[in-house]
T-cell receptor
């Protein structure tokens, strides 16, 4: 079956850039997604990329897709304390990674 | 915010009792989903629905059943709750690019 892997934790200083990585085995998804989950809340869609694109930029967020290596990344520029949350990558409709907990240090 | 609500938001029950969780949407979306979230597992799909009375199983459907008698409501039932079903349950609907919009979740504890 499909496998989506993420590192568990990432810690960065406020103002630095954060890069959250995701690797996957199934390459048939039309779209790939990034979601954010704050404590006690449901997942919130951040952005998504069409599978025939290499990059998508949306304000402070940059998504990079390397189809050859089956690698997806989310870069958050100028990371703020409000960005502290768990970030999930997802393939297709309902294949989710295990999540990366981002901690932003003031 | 997508108009998705879940009820109850918190529930504590005992092993062997039936439990029903409700998801209600005001967006008139065709597809609805139930997930459970557990540490180390991310989100796992339990069941989904592609229309009224049309449902199918997900990755972890054992011990769960669903019903959808109206477009706006999707019910998840644990016929006989077990401690392994202690989890946070999320309902979702999907948009035009299959992106998911989630409800606020139900925290279920089975003692």
């Amino acid at each position: 079956g499909e496998d989506v892997e993420q590192s568990l934790f990432l810690s960065v200083r406020e103002g630095d850039s954060s890069v959250i990585n995701c690797t996957y085995t199934d390459s048939s998804s039309t779209y790939l997604y990034w979601y954010k989950q704050e404590p006690g809340a449901g997942l919130q869609l951040l952005t998504y990329i069409f599978s025939n694109m290499d990059m998508k930029q949306d304000q402070r967020l940059t998504v990079l897709l390397n189809k050859k290596d089956k690698h997806l990344s989310l870069r958050i520029a100028d990371t703020q304390t409000g960005d502290s949350a768990i970030y999930f990558c997802a393939l297709g409709k309902y294949i989710f990674g295990t999540g990366t907990r981002l901690k932003v240090l003031a | 915010d997508a108009g998705i609500t879940q009820s109850p938001r918190h529930k504590v029950t005992e092993t062997g009792t039936p439990v029903t969780l409700r998801c209600h949407q005001t967006e008139n979306h065709r597809y609805m989903y139930w997930y459970r979230q557990d540490p180390g597992h991310g989100l796992r799909l339990i069941h989904y629905s592609y229309g009224v009375k049309d449902t199918d199983k997900g990755e972890v459907s054992d011990g769960y059943s669903v019903s959808r008698s109206k477009t706006e409501d999707f019910l998840l039932t644990l016929e006989s709750a077990t401690s392994s079903q202690t989890s946070v349950y999320f309902c979702a609907i999907s948009g035009e690019a299959n992106e998911q919009f989630f409800g606020p979740g139900t925290r279920l504890t089975v003692l």
